[in-house]
């Protein structure tokens, strides 16, 4: 008998790749901020139509990248940023998989306007389905402008499997947020069909919070802040009566990544106990600093979780650190009657 295995072709991998890691436009959202953001971009902006099914574009002023790279960057496995296997315990950068643009080429069409400071032209490159169909030299300030049309053309499946623009815009919100709550030092914008969702000037993290949700936000904000030789927690909660029925406002970061974690949630959630009634929750925005080889992030494509060495330890300190913020700012006990 013969043998019977094969090795893929690239654009097949790359298509299977990109079913774990872009699940709808928003992730191409997340993935395409944050390599903007791994690019030391101080503006980024990001267009969307249609909730991002026909464009999703981001705009950076970052470092940009030579031809080479700009073509490199579409191949599997191809990333600036770790060069080697120890480099995944020191990891200071978003990205490191290699795997998000050539994920995202495989299943949209992509172009690509990119020049780095140092050099005279820029490189333009249009991608369908992973296959390069043309690159030329442009002319353009320093920086990258992807964008991401016609996301699952040649997946039909998941094209059908969109939600509403209502919904998929939503999530883009989301991830814009998340990101945008990261870095407020950068500038950030948002339009969707050419209307401005945001403009969010640089600036520090009370405020970012503020113009993302309100100015009503201000007075509802408790300064949470803890050093120890593990970690270093800072950020806010809400005071508890802004608590709500529905889980709103509750981000943790870790080392300037969004991570979700029910265990630490419960950390944040048991400090507010006897302040708010069962059933409502509490809103919350940390941040964590913790040494990069005391975690593994590498979990899921996604990144989206997180292994700690001592996942007890970080708790026992967020729990302490919030519910010592709440008391030092007065915060009553709720009267509940019912009880
Ligand atoms: P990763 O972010 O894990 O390295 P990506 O597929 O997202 O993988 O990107 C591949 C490479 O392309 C990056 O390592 C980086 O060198 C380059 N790159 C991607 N986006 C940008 C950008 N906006 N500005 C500069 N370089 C970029
Ligand atoms: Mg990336």
Do not use: C, W
């Not at 002023?61 to 031809?67: L, Q």
């Not at 069909?193 to 007075?219: A, D, M």
């Amino acid at each position: 008998m013969a043998d019977v295995i094969k090795l893929l072709p690239d654009h097949v991998a790359n298509q299977i790749a990109a079913g774990e890691v872009v699940q709808r436009p928003a992730s191409v959202v997340k993935e395409l901020l944050e390599n903007a953001i791994d690019a030391s971009a101080t503006e980024i902006k990001l267009i969307v139509k249609d909730a991002g099914k026909t464009l999703i574009q981001v705009i950076d002023n970052g470092v940009g990248m030579s031809a080479t790279d700009a073509r490199l960057s579409f191949e599997r496995h191809a990333t600036s940023k770790i060069a080697s296997a120890e480099d995944l315990f020191q990891l200071q950068t978003k990205g490191f998989r290699g795997e998000a643009l050539a994920s995202i080429a495989a299943i949209a069409h992509v172009d690509m306007n990119t020049k780095r400071s140092d050099e005279e032209v820029g490189t333009y490159i249009h991608i369908e389905g992973g296959k390069v169909v043309d690159q030329e030299v442009n002319v353009m300030p320093k920086g990258t402008s992807i964008a991401v049309k016609n996301l699952f053309f040649n997946i039909p499946a998941r094209r059908n499997f969109l939600k509403s623009n209502n919904v998929e815009l939503r999530h883009i919100i989301d991830e814009f947020h998340r990101v945008a709550l990261t870095h407020p030092d950068i500038h950030f914008e948002l339009y969707n069909n050419g209307g401005e969702i945001f403009n969010l000037p640089s600036t520090n993290i009370r405020q970012r919070i503020v113009h993302i949700f309100g100015n009503k936000t201000n007075e509802k904000l408790v300064p949470v802040e803890e050093d120890t030789e593990v970690v270093k927690l800072s950020g806010f909660v809400f005071k508890p009566e802004f608590a709500k029925k529905t889980r709103g406002e509750q981000f943790f970061f870790v080392n300037n990544r969004f991570i979700k974690s029910s265990y630490l949630n419960h950390a944040i959630s048991s400090a507010f106990e006897g302040l708010v009634k069962d059933q409502v929750h509490p809103s919350y925005f940390l941040y964590l600093a913790i040494d990069p080889s005391s975690i593994d992030i590498n979990i899921h494509p996604t990144k989206t979780e997180i292994k700690f060495d001592d996942e007890h330890a970080i708790y026992a300190i967020m729990r302490s650190a919030v519910k010592h913020s709440l008391g030092q700012f007065n915060v009553a006990p709720i009267l509940d009657f019912e009880r």
